[in-house]
């Protein structure tokens, strides 16, 4: 591909202060987007109104800065984007591929002894096949729901122009990955408190931002088979990924602030600089 036309992003979620995990992944995007010539973008993936907070935004914010990263503004914010998600779940449900589920997480956890790639319980299906007459009461009476996407009908219609798969990059090698979506089963494509889902959002703002490479961590790999199918379905481009290899803390486990793994602010509130940092993360 030509690098004048390069573009990646960054994209965090603000649950939290940033660890050496995200340094790496913000400074290799944008490593790549130099090499290519392009661009990379910050954006700001806080459709989850339980977990992100705004001071969580500005920590990150003042984070890359400190690493000596700069992104074009402005920056895009996923929670003032609402309509463009539900318009796109909207294509979906009118097409047929989604359908409400008024399961409980406990409920579906007792129907389910299969997981999805997540780990998370394998949603049986038990909402598939309603009336959509009593789907529609239901909603109407203000039921609380999840719209899933309708696997079964979905994927004929993402393989009608090829098969599943997508192109992956490392330094100037590229080659074309097959995925197999079906063990997300009948996946949550629209929470119950927002009409989306990461993986909705993703491909909705990946496609808007023209993104041509994707760099982000290999716990991500297997979304990315779900991401095609959604891009087949509505008809995006699927951008080239690369999913690279996480950071782990001493004892071979995946940073994560639920662990307390350090955060940047704190390791630099202990005086690690910017450089201390690149050089710890290889770069
Ligand atoms: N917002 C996601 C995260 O913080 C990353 C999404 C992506 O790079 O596709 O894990």
Same mark, same amino acid.
């Given at each position: *591909? ?22 790496? &992944? ?7 987007? &130099?090499?290519?010539?392009? !661009? ?41 984007? *609402?309509? $463009?998600?539900? @318009? ?18 406990? $409920?579906?956890? @007792? ?10 319980? !394998? ?8 009336? +959509?007459? #009593?789907?529609?009461?239901?909603? #109407?009476?203000? #039921? ?6 309708? *696997? ?21 090698? #590229? ?19 927002? +009409? ?25 790999? @297997? ?13 995006? +481009? ?7 290899? !996480? ?15 350090? &955060?940047?602010?704190?390791?630099? $509130? ?14």
């Amino acid at each position: *591909m030509s690098g004048a036309s390069a573009r990646l992003r960054f994209a965090p979620s603000p649950n939290g202060r940033l660890h050496l995990g995200h340094a790496y &992944s913000a400074v290799l995007n944008a490593r790549i987007a &130099s090499d290519l010539g392009g !661009l990379c973008l910050l954006r700001i993936e806080d459709i989850d109104p339980t977990r992100s907070r705004a001071e969580f935004t500005q920590g990150i914010v003042s984070d890359l800065a400190w690493l000596g990263l700069s992104y074009p503004q402005p920056v895009r914010r996923q929670s003032r984007h *609402m309509s $463009e998600y539900r @318009a796109a779940l909207d294509r979906l449900v009118a097409a047929g591929f989604a359908y409400p589920c008024f399961c409980s997480r406990s $409920e579906i956890r @007792a129907q389910s002894c299969a997981s999805d790639p997540d780990g998370a319980p !394998l949603y049986p299906g038990t909402c598939r096949g309603l009336d +959509p007459h #009593e789907a529609k009461a239901r909603r #109407e009476r203000g #039921e609380p729901h999840t719209w899933r996407l309708d *696997m079964t009908r979905a994927l004929p219609q993402a393989r009608a122009c090829g098969e599943l798969g997508f192109c992956t990059f490392d330094g100037g090698d #590229e080659r074309w990955c097959l995925v197999d979506p079906a063990p997300w089963g009948d996946a949550v494509i629209a929470r119950r408190d927002v +009409p989306t889902s990461y993986h909705l959002s993703v491909v909705h703002d990946d496609a808007l931002e023209g993104i041509t490479h994707v760099v982000r961590g290999s716990d991500l790999e @297997a979304a990315t088979a779900l991401h095609v199918v959604l891009q087949r379905l509505l008809g995006l +481009p699927t951008p080239r990924y690369h999913h690279h290899g !996480l950071i782990e803390d001493e004892e071979g486990r995946k940073l994560a602030k639920s662990r307390g793994s350090a &955060s940047l602010a704190s390791l630099r $509130e202990a005086g690690a600089t910017p450089r201390d940092i690149r050089a710890r993360l290889g770069f």
